[in-house]
Protein backbone atom coordinates (compact mmCIF):
# COMPACT_ATOMS: atom_id res chain seq x y z
CA UNK A 1 0.00 0.00 0.00
CA UNK A 2 1.48 2.92 -1.06
CA UNK A 3 1.24 6.26 1.53
CA UNK A 4 -0.56 8.74 -0.87
CA UNK A 5 -3.34 5.58 -0.97
CA UNK A 6 -3.59 5.31 3.17
CA UNK A 7 -6.04 7.87 3.15
CA UNK A 8 -8.28 5.83 0.94
CA UNK A 9 -8.10 2.64 2.75
CA UNK A 10 -8.67 5.17 5.93
CA UNK A 11 -12.17 5.73 4.65
CA UNK A 12 -13.09 2.54 3.56
CA UNK A 13 -12.28 1.16 7.15
CA UNK A 14 -14.33 4.05 8.38
CA UNK A 15 -17.65 3.60 6.19
CA UNK A 16 -17.77 0.31 6.24
CA UNK A 17 -16.88 0.33 10.32
CA UNK A 18 -19.78 2.83 10.77
CA UNK A 19 -17.89 5.17 12.01
CA UNK A 20 -17.69 2.71 15.45
CA UNK A 21 -13.68 2.45 15.50
CA UNK A 22 -11.54 5.80 15.26
CA UNK A 23 -9.08 5.82 12.35
CA UNK A 24 -5.47 6.29 12.29
CA UNK A 25 -2.36 5.52 10.63
CA UNK A 26 1.50 5.33 11.95
CA UNK A 27 3.46 8.59 11.06
CA UNK A 28 7.37 8.50 10.49
CA UNK A 29 9.19 11.94 12.03
CA UNK A 30 9.58 14.03 9.49
CA UNK A 31 5.96 13.34 7.77
CA UNK A 32 4.45 16.15 5.70
CA UNK A 33 1.14 16.64 6.23
CA UNK A 34 0.72 18.57 3.25
CA UNK A 35 2.26 15.75 1.06
CA UNK A 36 -0.60 13.06 1.94
CA UNK A 37 -3.84 14.86 1.90
CA UNK A 38 -5.79 11.87 2.65
CA UNK A 39 -4.08 11.04 5.69
CA UNK A 40 -4.93 14.75 6.93
CA UNK A 41 -8.68 14.40 5.86
CA UNK A 42 -9.38 10.91 7.42
CA UNK A 43 -7.32 10.54 10.21
CA UNK A 44 -9.52 10.74 13.53
CA UNK A 45 -6.10 11.32 15.08
CA UNK A 46 -2.25 11.53 14.80
CA UNK A 47 0.62 8.80 15.54
CA UNK A 48 3.71 10.43 15.17
CA UNK A 49 7.30 8.36 15.52
CA UNK A 50 10.34 10.15 16.70
CA UNK A 51 12.85 8.62 13.83
CA UNK A 52 15.79 10.55 14.76
CA UNK A 53 14.22 13.60 14.65
CA UNK A 54 14.57 16.69 17.11
CA UNK A 55 12.54 17.83 19.85
CA UNK A 56 11.65 21.07 18.13
CA UNK A 57 10.76 19.35 14.72
CA UNK A 58 8.33 17.19 16.55
CA UNK A 59 7.19 20.11 18.07
CA UNK A 60 6.50 22.01 14.73
CA UNK A 61 5.20 18.76 13.12
CA UNK A 62 2.43 18.36 16.23
CA UNK A 63 1.90 21.96 15.57
CA UNK A 64 1.12 21.69 12.37
CA UNK A 65 -1.02 19.01 12.96
CA UNK A 66 -3.26 20.59 15.80
CA UNK A 67 -4.48 23.00 13.41
CA UNK A 68 -6.53 19.90 12.06
CA UNK A 69 -8.03 20.06 15.09
CA UNK A 70 -7.80 16.60 16.50
CA UNK A 71 -5.23 14.84 18.99
CA UNK A 72 -1.71 14.44 18.37
CA UNK A 73 -0.30 11.35 19.44
CA UNK A 74 3.42 10.65 20.09
CA UNK A 75 3.80 6.63 20.05
CA UNK A 76 7.56 6.46 20.40
CA UNK A 77 10.60 8.74 20.94
CA UNK A 78 13.40 6.35 22.04
CA UNK A 79 17.09 7.14 22.58
CA UNK A 80 19.25 5.11 20.39
CA UNK A 81 21.64 3.52 22.83
CA UNK A 82 21.80 0.57 24.92
CA UNK A 83 23.40 2.07 27.85
CA UNK A 84 20.62 2.77 29.97
CA UNK A 85 21.31 6.52 30.80
CA UNK A 86 19.32 9.30 30.57
CA UNK A 87 18.67 10.47 27.02
CA UNK A 88 21.03 13.30 26.17
CA UNK A 89 19.27 16.89 25.33
CA UNK A 90 17.12 16.92 22.75
CA UNK A 91 15.75 13.06 22.82
CA UNK A 92 13.39 11.32 23.95
CA UNK A 93 12.81 13.67 27.61
CA UNK A 94 13.13 16.85 25.73
CA UNK A 95 10.62 15.55 22.72
CA UNK A 96 8.26 14.42 25.75
CA UNK A 97 8.36 17.70 27.44
CA UNK A 98 7.87 19.99 24.12
CA UNK A 99 4.73 17.84 22.74
CA UNK A 100 3.22 18.01 26.11
CA UNK A 101 3.52 22.00 26.27
CA UNK A 102 1.46 22.18 23.14
CA UNK A 103 -1.27 20.27 24.26
CA UNK A 104 0.10 16.83 21.95
CA UNK A 105 0.40 13.88 23.58
CA UNK A 106 4.01 12.50 25.02
CA UNK A 107 5.11 9.31 24.42
CA UNK A 108 8.21 6.96 24.93
CA UNK A 109 8.47 3.66 23.60
CA UNK A 110 11.16 1.27 25.89
CA UNK A 111 13.05 -1.18 23.05
CA UNK A 112 14.90 -2.77 25.90
CA UNK A 113 15.08 -6.18 25.47
CA UNK A 114 12.87 -8.46 23.51
CA UNK A 115 9.58 -7.09 25.19
CA UNK A 116 7.72 -3.66 23.66
CA UNK A 117 6.36 -1.42 26.77
CA UNK A 118 2.91 -0.06 25.76
CA UNK A 119 3.31 3.82 27.01
CA UNK A 120 0.01 3.27 29.13
CA UNK A 121 1.70 1.04 31.49
CA UNK A 122 4.22 3.23 33.09
CA UNK A 123 5.56 0.88 35.48
CA UNK A 124 9.48 1.00 35.33
CA UNK A 125 10.20 -2.36 33.42
CA UNK A 126 13.88 -1.59 32.67
CA UNK A 127 16.43 0.71 33.69
CA UNK A 128 16.17 3.29 30.75
CA UNK A 129 12.17 3.23 30.94
CA UNK A 130 12.87 4.35 35.26
CA UNK A 131 15.79 6.87 33.57
CA UNK A 132 12.96 8.40 30.80
CA UNK A 133 10.90 9.02 33.92
CA UNK A 134 13.29 10.04 36.43
CA UNK A 135 14.15 12.86 33.66
CA UNK A 136 10.61 13.35 32.90
CA UNK A 137 10.35 14.53 36.76
CA UNK A 138 13.35 16.25 37.00
CA UNK A 139 13.07 18.71 34.28
CA UNK A 140 9.47 19.18 34.74
Known sequence: ?????VGELMHLVRTEGGGR????????????PGRYPGIVQNADYFTLHGN???????RDLAQRL?????PVLLNESDDDDDDGQIPPA???????IELSRIG???????????Q???QADWGPHS???????????ART
Open 21 to 32: VPVSVSLPGGWD
Open 116 to 118: RVC
Open 66 to 70: LAYNR
Open 127 to 137: PRLLNFLQAVV
Open 90 to 96: DTAVDTF
Open 1 to 5: LSPER
Open 104 to 114: ASGGYFDWSGE
Open 52 to 58: NQTASKM
